[in-house]
Nanobody, 123 residues
Framework: QVQLVESGGGLVQAGGSLRLSCAASGLTFSSYIMGWFRQAPGKEREFVAAITRSGGSTYYADSVKGRFTISRDNAKTTMSLQMNSLKSEDTGVYYC????????????????WGQGTQVTVSS
């Protein structure tokens, strides 16, 4: 059974930092493109960042470029998202996801999802 478990969310002031983690089990982690998505209340789930199987390439939404850093450790089957200079508009539930499709910005491209972790940025 595949499990993706996010952790690290919380309440932080604008300008602060958080580090999210995603622990994966039950899948060949290194065979999957991994991504982070977020969903704010009343809004659709949106792409945040993705990383290729080897970790050699990373992709970011324009809104987080230069502030967020995605990484993965295939030996530990974990993925992280370092979030700096947080803004109120970064508030939402953050989900990690794993998939095999190269269309990494599209939620339907991912086969597996975690339950999400809440990030709240106060201004």
């Amino acid at each position: 059974q595949v499990q993706l478990v996010e952790s690290g969310g919380g309440l932080v002031q604008a300008g602060g930092s958080l580090r999210l983690s995603c622990a994966a089990s039950g899948l060949t982690f290194s065979s999957y493109i991994m991504g982070w998505f977020r969903q704010a209340p009343g809004k659709e789930r949106e792409f945040v960042a993705a990383i290729t199987r080897s970790g050699g390439s990373t992709y970011y939404a324009d809104s987080v470029k230069g502030r967020f850093t995605i990484s993965r450790d295939n030996a530990k089957t974990t993925m992280s998202l370092q979030m700096n200079s947080l803004k109120s508009e970064d508030t939402g539930v953050y989900y990690c996801a794993g998939g095999r499709s190269p269309f990494y910005e599209i939620p339907k491209s991912y086969n597996y999802w975690g339950q999400g972790t809440q990030v709240t940025v106060s201004s």
